[in-house]
């Protein structure tokens, strides 16, 4: 049974929640796993993904997936897109990000990685992984620049910089932005509209949008785990980890 992801099936539509609200519901590998696992098995017409709590998601657990900062000399596995990613971006089953607090780092990406995103007021986004050394996964080279454009993408990912709801509705990174209490209700609306249309119609719409606007993201998921792959070896990886760690500012040092 999972444990770090939860599942119900109301009617048609799937509710995909991430259950570890005392970390801010941070990315484990069994995180991960299980996630990819619900997406890839669901029968649902529609996925709701939302965060346990007041946090949508934020991002790897930084202790296990960044080793605390340490060095680690375990093998890494052949470039590839990681299956969560894989799972989401190339399911045909629409997805809705129900966005109920901060969405960072990989919570960013997996916010971007929906159809469609509706956000709390409260909620925030940042691509953070500029902050860690690193650079972010496929969704935030390529598809936040689809929304938002290429320069405004750009400073979000060079600067890391967190943005408040209101703003991230103003650049098209959310389509529409609902009080806190109405987010459920308002993200289920949205879902059942789209789930009594007939299903084979919606995911061929899905699968026309993937061919008409998306890289080829196995290629570009190679790409960005060879650099990461890279990246996690420096100095700056692990000073930006235990920087935020020991909760001081960073002195990044080029290597």
């Known amino acids: 049974m999972p444990e770090d992801v939860r599942y119900e099936l109301d009617g048609h539509v799937g509710i995909v929640t991430i259950a570890r609200p005392q ?14 696992e619900l997406v890839q098995t669901s029968t649902a017409r529609v996925l709701v993904i939302t965060g346990e ?43 809705i990000a129900a966005v109920n607090g901060p969405a960072v780092g990989w919570g960013m990406e997996m916010a971007l990685m929906a159809d469609l995103r509706v956000a ?21 080279i390529a598809r936040l620049a689809q929304l938002v454009g290429r320069e405004r993408a750009a400073e979000l990912l060079f600067t890391g910089e967190v943005i408040d709801a209101e ?61 990461l792959g890279e990246l996690f070896r420096t100095e700056d990886h692990r000073e930006g980890v235990k920087s935020f760690l020991e909760k001081r500012e960073p002195n990044y040092v080029g290597r």
């Not at 900062?69 to 375990?74: F, P, Q």
């Open 53 to 95: 709590g007041r946090s949508f998601c934020s991002g790897d657990d930084v202790r296990e997936l960044m080793n605390g900062g340490e060095e680690n000399s375990a093998p890494r596995p052949a470039p590839r897109l990681t299956p969560a990613a894989g799972a989401l971006l190339q399911t045909n089953i629409p997805v």
């Open 120 to 140: 709390a007021r409260r909620a925030k986004f940042g691509e953070l992984f500029v902050k860690r050394g690193l650079c972010s996964d496929v969704a935030g």
């Open 23 to 36: 970390v801010h519901n941070a990315l484990r590998r069994k995180t991960y796993d299980e996630l990819a």
């Open 167 to 227: 703003r991230a509705e103003r650049i098209g990174l959310v389509g529409r932005v609902v009080d806190d209490e109405q987010l459920m209700p308002a993200a289920l609306q949205l879902a059942r509209k789209i789930a009594a249309n007939p299903p084979l119609a919606v995911a061929a719409l899905k699968s026309g949008l993937r061919e008409a606007l998306d890289p080829d993201w196995s290629e570009l998921g190679r790409w960005v785990s060879t650099r």
